[in-house]
C-alpha cells in the first residue's frame, strides 16, 4: 500500500521561509510527477508545483520566483521563500505512481501553513 506523508508545515511571518518534504513510501515501482497543491478555507484545491521524473517543472503564477519544487527518489520538496499571508493554506503531496498492480494518483494527508504577523 502507498503511503504519502507531508511534514514541514508551520506559523511563520510573512517574508520567512519554510520547506515542505513528501515521502513515498510502500511497493513502489516508479514515481512519475509529484506535485503540490493548496486548499485555503472557502477555496477550491490549486496547483501550486509540479515537478516530472524528468524534473521538468511548473508553478502557479501566484508562486513563481519565490517557491521552488524538486524531488529525491522517493522524496518530494518544496521550498517556500518570501511567504505571504496569502499562501496560508493546507499543502497535500500528490504522486503519480507505479506499483506492481497498476498506475495511480495518491495524495497525502496534508500539512498545514499559516503566514501572519
Known amino acids: 500500500q502507498v503511503q504519502l506523508v507531508e511534514s514541514g508545515g508551520g506559523l511563520v511571518q510573512p517574508g520567512r521561509s519554510l520547506r515542505l518534504s513528501c515521502v513515498a513510501s510502500?511497493?513502489?515501482?516508479?514515481?512519475?510527477?509529484m506535485s503540490w497543491y493548496r486548499q485555503a478555507p472557502g477555496k477550491e484545491r490549486e496547483l501550486v508545483a509540479e515537478?516530472?521524473?524528468?524534473?521538468n517543472t511548473n508553478y502557479a503564477d501566484s508562486v513563481k520566483g519565490r517557491f521552488t519544487i524538486s524531488r529525491d527518489k522517493r522524496t518530494g520538496y518544496l521550498q517556500m521563500n518570501s511567504l505571504k499571508p496569502e499562501d496560508t493554506a493546507v499543502y497535500y503531496c500528490?504522486?503519480?505512481?507505479?506499483?506492481?498492480?497498476?498506475?495511480?494518483?495518491?495524495w497525502g494527508e496534508g500539512t498545514q501553513v499559516t503566514v501572519t504577523s
Open positions: 510502500g511497493n513502489i515501482f516508479n514515481i512519475y510527477t
Open positions: 500528490n504522486a503519480d505512481i507505479l506499483t506492481a498492480f497498476r498506475r495511480s494518483e495518491y
Open positions: 515537478i516530472t521524473r524528468g524534473d
